[in-house]
């Protein structure tokens, strides 16, 4: 991102270098993954650096398990809120002009941001709220409640993991 | 048990962890896999001149095997609407209870009657989101302010809007009845006739339809859910309760002997009561 009109291309590099942080620059896919737009076919992709599979937390890796998407819904469920978002906010864009849903999009992240550590439950009450969820019920609330899921993750690794730490 | 490949708490909604578990096991089983209780139905709709008349079989099967001969196929949405429900068991029961879960908040927040429109769209979103993945063929019937309407909702969310339908394994034998015998503003009780005898060809014609025949007339004045409208000719003779009355087992002799005891302590303790 250039700061200076007249900054030559070696110049921005320098700066961009300096100014990270006590010169440690933090990976930011953490938080930046809270904020993402889609998931992406590569979204079931192994996590770990580099997204290489991380052999000693998932196991060992097979091409057959990773280039499949397994089910046909898998994807389109993953996907399925931020298309119908994209999809309310060009048509109110269309009708309503760039701000309604700038406004709104503001919002919406807003309200994502408000939550609880990782491990622990977020009522997503201001979410809900904006998106609608509070007045239907569909099947994410009553399958698979994450409240009283058997499965625990480990409180650090989580916390590291949203920081990006991992 | 705190897990750490665990990095984000699980999604909810469905979860697709089983399916590679099921591919990886599709070669162990010989084709017999274990198959999903199906309705295999024959349900019926019909609208006369004062309202709409569900009707449906009572029969549930998992593959070859009748699982249920007084299954209930025909769902409450609202005080004004009935569901008839083909196809998959589960995923009909369950797509109805959310469906008439989310017509009552509309309504308590509203304060209005739902439509049959409203929950036709919201059916219609539902199963097509599912692209045909949840099995549910319906027809939905029922009386408004805008009049009776029926409609049928397929499993890949197509909506059809007739004034009579018939869905299910059955269904072509049903609608075979219906085309024949079916005139605009019935009476009701021909139509109760009409429906019965339909749901009836759907019986005889089809091994996955049987037993009792329901049927449920809304009207505007209300509901009449009438189960069984009309019981199998064949059903058997079996009691479901083996309770016997008293006096089954005749009394031989009877014979009192009181137990003597005498009090050989006595303790008294007050209870604080206010």
Request: proline share 5%; glycine share 8%.
């Amino acid at each position: 991102m250039l700061r200076h009109e007249n900054a030559t291309q070696p110049d921005t590099l320098v700066f961009q270098k300096e100014s990270a942080t006590h010169g440690i620059i933090m990976n930011t896919r953490g938080l930046r993954s809270q904020l993402k737009d889609s998931v992406p076919v590569a979204g079931l992709c192994p996590q770990g650096a580099y997204g290489v599979q991380d052999s000693m937390r998932s196991g060992f890796s097979s091409v057959k398990n990773e280039l499949l998407p397994s089910h046909p819904l898998e994807l389109s469920e993953k996907n399925f809120q931020p298309n119908q978002d994209k999809m309310n906010f060009s048509t109110l864009r269309n009708i309503q002009g760039l701000h309604a849903p700038l406004k709104l999009q503001m919002e919406y992240r807003a309200a994502r941001q408000i939550q609880r550590l990782p491990f622990l439950q977020s009522s997503n009450l201001a979410l809900d709220t904006l998106r609608g969820n509070d007045e239907s019920i569909g099947f994410e609330d009553i399958l698979n409640d994450p409240a009283q899921s058997e499965m625990m993750g480990e409180p650090h690794m989580m916390m590291e993991y949203k920081l990006g730490m991992l | 048990m705190a897990l750490s490949s665990v990095l984000e708490t699980p999604a909810a909604g469905f979860n697709f962890d089983n399916v590679a578990r099921n591919a990886a096991l599709e070669g162990l089983f010989d084709g017999r896999t274990p198959k999903p209780l199906k309705t295999g139905t024959t349900i019926a709709g019909v609208v006369f001149k004062d309202g709409v008349v569900l009707g449906a079989d009572t029969r549930a099967t998992s593959s070859e095997v009748v699982a249920d001969k007084t299954c209930s196929k025909i769902h409450y949405i609202a005080p004004n609407m009935y569901c008839c429900g083909a196809g998959t068991a589960a995923d009909t029961e369950k797509t109805t209870d959310l469906l008439a879960s989310n017509l009552t908040i509309f309504s308590l927040n509203s304060g209005r009657n739902p439509r049959v429109v409203m929950a036709v769209s919201i059916l219609q979103d539902m199963l097509y989101r599912y692209h045909g993945q949840i099995g549910a063929s319906l027809i939905l019937g029922g009386v408004d302010c805008t009049g009776n309407h029926l409609y049928t909702v397929g499993p890949y969310g197509s909506v059809n809007k007739m004034p009579y339908l018939t869905m299910g394994s059955g269904d072509l034998a049903a609608l075979g009845v219906l085309e024949d015998g079916y005139k605009p503003d019935l009476e009701l009780d021909e139509a109760k006739k009409l429906v019965c005898v339909a749901i009836h060809a759907g019986i005889m014609s089809d091994l996955a339809s049987g037993n009792n025949i329901d049927l449920c007339v809304i009207t505007r004045q209300g509901v009449d859910y009438i189960r069984p409208y009309q019981v199998s000719e064949y059903r058997d003779k079996r009691k479901t309760k083996y309770k016997y009355g008293a006096g089954t087992t005749p009394v031989l002799t009877e014979e009192v002997v009181p137990l003597k005891l005498e009090v050989v302590e006595e303790a008294v303790q007050q209870l604080d009561t206010a």
